[in-house]
């Protein structure tokens, strides 16, 4: 029972150099991640169900994992220069999709350009890593998981609460529409039996004030 928090985490790796993304697979596998590596943007994307139909025909299969299956992805890391797609690209459709923007995204470079940097983290991008990506690089990465964790389950709470709300309005809603049948009963019966004595009253002191 003693499984790492890590192991439950699964996070896709996306570098078009081989050594750079078993270097990346394995530091994540050290420290009990999930790992599922492409070799490139277009490749991720598929794999997180984003890609054209008229690009997933692709028959050059390099996902390590099984791609195409129903599986959650904490984090994308992802190398910045890569031909076709870059990561800079790829940041920006996770980003701009409704389903995925709330994965963090990390980049990777073995350039150190400020520019470079400030562009990927003004897009949405949670860390800007220089390459050789290191052991106390991967250690960095569980708080911005565990951040989109704490936002996924508050707003689960509020997607709740709003149900609850909801249901609640809906059965006072119908309480009310059945409400006034029962108010128009007691005010017949009301009337029926308080009204009809005073004006029996009413008449019988006439009269005595007539004698």
Do not use: W
Not at 102 to 115: K, Q, T
Not at 157 to 173: I, P
């Amino acid at each position: 029972m003693g499984v790492d928090a890590e192991s439950q985490f699964h996070v896709l790796a996306v570098d078009d150099s081989i050594i750079d993304r078993k270097l990346i697979e394995r530091l994540l596998k050290t420290s009990s991640y999930q790992v599922t590596t492409v070799d490139s943007g277009s490749k991720a994307l598929e794999f997180l169900g984003l890609l054209e139909d008229e690009q997933s025909g692709s028959d050059s299969p390099s996902v390590s994992s099984h791609a195409h299956q129903v599986v959650e992805v904490n984090l994308i890391i992802t190398d910045y220069c890569m031909p076709g797609m870059t990561g800079y690209d790829l940041l920006k459709r996770v980003k701009e999709s409704s389903s995925l923007r709330n994965i963090p995204v990390v980049i990777m470079s073995s350039e150190n350009v400020p520019s470079r940097i400030n562009r990927c983290l003004e897009e949405g991008a949670e860390e800007f890593f220089l390459k050789p990506v290191r052991l106390s690089d991967v250690h960095r990465l569980k708080p911005h998981i565990m951040k989109t964790k704490v936002k996924e389950k508050k707003r689960g709470e509020g997607q709740e609460e709003e149900r609850e709300k909801c249901h609640e309005g809906e059965v006072q809603s119908i309480g009310k529409q059945q409400q006034p049948e029962h108010q128009i009963s007691n005010k017949r019966k009301s009337m029926e039996e308080g009204l009809s004595p005073d004006r029996t009253r009413l008449r019988y002191s006439d009269v005595a004030a007539v004698v």
